[in-house]
């Protein structure tokens, strides 16, 4: 309990907030400029989900499969939708308090933890529930599943695989952890018969899908410093694979390329991010721990760009489209940079209370669900 109260005040203080009075160090929030000659950005559809986050620290990610945009809520509320329309499809009221989700299996289901650690499987047609299952520790991470196994990331450290029929506990693996970690853990990468993580500890876990057995640990980031605090480092954005390579950032830490076909490191850059990354074919584009984005050459690391005008806004991680990269901040606005160069091209309140789960993208359609529940979908240009 006190581990855990002490990493919350550390991510109170870290972010800028100052519950207990005195002053407040972080960088204060950069002023939002008009923008010259800005490409026009639309709302598609808007809806919302249940009470959303309900201020608890959580990041809430909705899911597409097949023209389908599934969401959770923290009151228990999980729904679908039609990604295009914004339609309706179904809800369900499931009662629990969801703090993980929402992930899909390839067998047509819906998937979402909550802080007493239960998950719960829903089927993808009509929202009935397919099972329940037990695991050590409150989810705080979607679930992921492929093969007919749902990997669950659980707050205590653990891994756990469940039979995706049935919820049966297949296999859990309990990798070592440090004495101090951020609250929040990164959804593993579920690829290949692997499963592929960061840890707390500034490593690269891969276990076998199958059975849960490592495979390998690889340090990324390794811990610096004296005291548990300035050792602290912790890989807590989702891992990013394109092509054959693997794009993962820590916080005080690195952002790292390596190799999948061989596990060696192509490149490793000092850049520190909690949010996290995305990737496309040309570059990397990752959120600081000062809030301005960067774009670096996918294969190099080298720094192409930074747009540094939106720092102390706590920003998402990016997303990317084909023109753009979008990052969401604390007030609940969208920003559409250019790729070319980190001009800010493009901007709209998409959501009533800060965007804190990362935006994601299909072709240009951009969807997003904010704190406080607005779910949308926003596209830029014509």
Not at 18 to 30: C, R, T
Not at 230 to 236: A, C, H, N, T, V
Request: with cysteine; aromatic share 8%; proline share 5%.
């Amino acid at each position: 309990m006190i581990r855990r109260l002490f990493l919350l005040l550390f991510v109170v203080f870290s972010t800028g907030c100052s519950w207990f009075g005195g002053s407040d160090n972080s960088i204060p929030p950069a002023k939002l400029q008009d923008i010259a000659q800005p490409v026009g950005v639309r709302q598609l559809w808007e809806t919302q989900v249940g009470s959303g986050a309900k201020n608890q620290f959580i990041r809430l990610t909705p899911a597409l499969a097949d023209g389908r945009l599934y969401a959770a809520s923290f009151d228990g509320l999980v729904m679908a939708l039609d990604a295009l329309s914004g339609q309706r499809l179904w809800e369900t009221a499931t009662g629990l308090p969801i703090t993980g989700g929402v992930g899909g299996s390839d067998n047509g289901l819906v998937l979402v933890g909550t802080n007493k650690g239960q998950v719960v499987a829903l089927r993808q047609d009509n929202g009935q529930e397919a099972w329940r299952a037990q695991v050590s520790s409150e989810v705080l991470a979607p679930p992921r599943a492929a093969s007919g196994i749902v990997v669950i990331r659980t707050g205590d450290g653990k891994f756990t695989g469940l039979d995706a029929r049935t919820g049966e506990r297949r296999w859990v693996y309990a990798p070592a952890m440090p004495a101090l970690s951020l609250r929040g853990v990164a959804p593993p990468v579920v690829t290949r018969n692997l499963v592929i993580a960061g840890l707390e500890t500034g490593k690269l876990l891969v276990l076998s899908l199958d059975k849960g057995l490592p495979i390998t640990e690889k340090t990324i980031a390794p811990p610096r410093g004296r005291t548990e605090i300035e050792r602290l480092i912790d890989i807590d954005a989702e891992p990013k694979i394109f092509g054959e390579n693997l794009y993962l950032a820590a916080y005080r830490g690195n952002v790292a390329a390596l190799d999948m076909r061989g596990g060696n490191l192509l490149w490793n850059r000092e850049v520190s991010s909690y949010a996290g990354l995305d990737v496309d074919e040309r570059q990397v584009y990752i959120s600081d721990d000062a809030d301005a984005v960067l774009a670096l050459d996918r294969r190099t690391g080298g720094t192409l760009w930074r747009q540094a005008e939106l720092t102390g806004r706590r920003l998402s991680a990016p997303v990317a489209t084909r023109d753009h990269v979008v990052v969401g901040d604390f007030e609940g606005y969208l920003h559409w940079l250019s790729k070319d160069s980190g001009k800010i091209v493009g901007r709209i309140r998409a959501a009533g209370k800060a965007i804190v789960a990362p935006p994601f993208a299909a072709g240009d359609t951009v969807f997003i669900q904010g704190q406080g529940g607005a779910l949308g979908a926003f596209r830029a240009g014509e």
